[in-house]
């Protein structure tokens, strides 16, 4: 029977081997990344729209913007 020091050490052991492993190994893409412009991509849906975020309708507008107050002038210079 394994005692539940070398249980421990063999998980630890194995923890590390796995999060090595999981850095080296990173996410698989090769090469650089672009945006596909082929029609079939035209057709699919935005970040936004598969979040089922609407956008802005043409009838709202935007908040106001209000300026912020200038810092204090600090006068010992």
Known sequence: MLKANQ???RCIALAACAASMAAISGCGQRG???LPNT???QERATLPESLGISSRSADTKPAP???LAPPPQD???
């Open 7 to 9: 249980i421990l050490v």
């Open 32 to 34: 650089s990344l672009y």
């Open 65 to 67: 913007v209000v300026p």
């Open 39 to 41: 029609p079939s991509a």
């Open 75 to 77: 006068e010992a210079y």
